[in-house]
C-alpha cells in the first residue's frame, strides 16, 4: 500500500489549496479514505473521510462548509479542496486508509499546508 500526497504550499488567509493523494498497491476502490492533519505541537487530528463511492462524506466540524473531500476510483485518487484557509489550518495533511483485513492503519508522507500572510 502506498499513499502519495501532493499538493500543500504557502498560501494567505482566504486562498485556496488543492490536496491530492495517489493510492497504489491496493483496490482504492474498496477502502473508505480519510485526510488527517497534525499541526505543531498537537495531535493528529481527523479532518474529513469518504465512502467507497463517494455517496458520504464526513467533516469535522472547523472546517466545515469550507472544505470538500472527494475522489476519482478511476485515477486511485482522493482529494481535499480548501477554501477560505485560516491561519489555524496550518499543519501537514496526511492521506489514511485502514485496512480490516491487516488491522492496519496507512499514511502517507504528508504534505504541509501553511496559511500565513
Known amino acids: 500500500v502506498k499513499l502519495v500526497e501532493s499538493g500543500g504550499g504557502l498560501v494567505q488567509p482566504g486562498g485556496s489549496l488543492r490536496l491530492s493523494c495517489a493510492g497504489s498497491g491496493f483496490a482504492f476502490s474498496s477502502y473508505y479514505m480519510s485526510w488527517y492533519r497534525q499541526a505543531p505541537g498537537k495531535e493528529r487530528e481527523s479532518v474529513a473521510g469518504?465512502?467507497?463511492?463517494?455517496?458520504?462524506?464526513n467533516y469535522t466540524d472547523s472546517v466545515k462548509g469550507r472544505f470538500t473531500i472527494s475522489r476519482d476510483n478511476a485515477k486511485n485518487t482522493v482529494y481535499l479542496q480548501m477554501n477560505s484557509l485560516r491561519p489555524e489550518d496550518t499543519a501537514v495533511y496526511y492521506c489514511n486508509t485502514f485496512s480490516r483485513l491487516r488491522n492496519t492503519n496507512y499514511w502517507g508522507q504528508g504534505t504541509q499546508v501553511t496559511v500565513s500572510s
Open positions: 469518504i465512502t467507497l463511492d463517494g455517496g458520504i462524506t
